[in-house]
Nanobody
């Protein structure tokens, strides 16, 4: 059983930065990949970023590439999403999720544990 708790969301202006955190329970955090997804009102949940167990591999959605950075601290059981140059279209609820053990994935249905989400609102 894994519990994920996101934090760090809020209301910011376009061009601002924000860092999201996701704290995971359990001792096996370093044994699986992690991902960030987001869901805007009326839209399906979409992939944002993913990171491998050792942080050697990261992958981003085209819409956030160059602006967002995913990282993890296995000693703290925490994964981060640093968001810069935020745009109004980044407004959504952001979720972290536990992914496959051996490979990164962009598919929602390959993630089996999810946090409750944190709201990010970017005003123009």
């Amino acid at each position: 059983q894994v519990q994920l708790v996101e934090s760090g969301g809020g209301l910011v202006q376009a061009g601002d930065s924000l860092r999201l955190s996701c704290a995971a329970s359990g001792r096996s955090f370093r044994s699986y990949t992690m991902g960030w997804f987001r869901q805007a009102p009326g839209n399906e949940r979409e992939f944002v970023a993913t990171i491998s167990r050792s942080s050697a591999t990261t992958y981003y959605a085209d819409s956030v590439k160059g602006r967002f950075t995913i990282s993890r601290d296995n000693a703290k059981n925490t994964v981060y999403l640093q968001m810069s140059s935020l745009k109004p279209e980044d407004t959504a609820i952001y979720y972290c999720a536990k992914g496959p053990q051996f490979r990164t994935s962009t598919e929602v249905n390959e993630y089996d544990y999810w946090g409750q989400g944190t709201q990010v609102t970017v005003s123009s």
